[in-house]
């Protein structure tokens, strides 16, 4: 892998924004291991075959999102926000030509084990946030729903990057917290990093002009818009319940989901898929 700013401890944001700009993004084994699959017997395929492999990898969501925009054509008035028609725009062959699946994050993190548990971590809990988000969305009739899906699915993009490119970093930072947890998240990333998480995403979807509802939750004057709070909620509680339905701030959680759906409480938990032996507590 080519040389980081991590490996110079250099702590500035853009330093970072450059490297990133030009890194090949390292996607899953299994994402790999299926694109290959699919590729030979692509004459059959379809865009949407392909794109339901992507959807289980944020960062190759973000591969193809990013690569969509920088190869938009010049008749093309609108941003592709979906995976499937942005490859259905490319086109299969492309796809698989210029997106291929070859640096891959098991082998990024192999001397570091601790970083890739972290990681797998946050891509599972990246995944809740994305079924909770649409399944909302599709409650409200939200015709967007496709986007909201994706927000939230990216939502902790460039936390998922630096574990990838500084893990030795993110794991002192996930040691400062789990051993003082009165520390907030901001100040330690500041710290260590030399800037905030929330910072480096607002940058990286700038540049890589991401959909719109992920600038959007970069604005705190955006907070009261019903997408962004769809997402806002979706991953507060797929980040609570990783910790287990009996995490402290579940509650608060079912109260506040309960309110954007106009649903009691009792109805937003099954919404939620609350476990049977949790609702009877």
């Known amino acids: ?20 700009r030009t890194a090949e993004i390292p996607v899953l084994k299994q994402t ?33 999102l990013s690569y969509s925009q920088k190869h938009k054509g010049k008749h093309q ?3 592709l926000l979906q995976v499937e028609q942005a490859i259905l725009m490319m086109g299969t062959t492309t796809f698989f030509r210029d997106i291929p699946p070859s640096f891959l994050v098991e082998d990024t993190l192999k001397n570091n084990l601790t970083a890739l ?48 490119f ?21 100040v330690v990333q500041q710290d260590v990093l030399g800037f ?3 910072d480096l995403q607002k940058e990286l979807v ?10 959007k939750l970069m604005q705190d004057n955006a907070s009261g818009e019903q997408r962004v709070r769809n997402v806002t909620l979706a991953v507060n509680l797929a980040r609570h319940s990783a910790n287990g339905w009996d995490d402290a701030a579940l509650p608060d959680d079912y ?14 938990k099954r919404i939620i898929g609350v476990p049977a032996d949790v609702l009877k507590i």
């Open 166 to 186: 500084a893990p030795d970093k993110m794991n002192a930072i996930h040691a400062m917290q789990q051993a003082d947890k009165t520390l907030r998240s901001h």
């Open 117 to 164: 548990t972290h990681l797998l971590k946050l891509i599972r809990r990246a995944h809740r946030a994305a079924y909770f988000a649409a399944d909302w969305a599709t409650h409200l009739a939200d015709l967007h729903a496709e986007e909201v899906r994706i927000a939230a699915l990216l939502h902790d993009l460039s936390e998922m990057l630096m574990w990838c």
């Open 32 to 64: 790999a291991r299926e694109i290959v699959r699919l590729q030979a017997d692509e004459d059959k395929l379809s865009a949407r075959a392909i794109a339901a492999t992507v959807y289980n990898d944020p960062m190759m969501v973000f591969r193809v």
């Open 206 to 215: 700038e540049l890589f002009q991401l959909p719109p509802l992920l600038s």
């Open 196 to 198: 905030k998480l929330h």
């Open 77 to 79: 008035l609108q941003d």
């Open 255 to 268: 109260r506040d989901v309960a309110e954007f759906l106009r649903l009691d409480i009792d109805r937003a």
């Open 1 to 20: 892998m080519a040389s980081t700013p991590a490996d110079t401890a250099a702590k500035d944001i853009n330093a970072w924004v450059g490297f990133i």
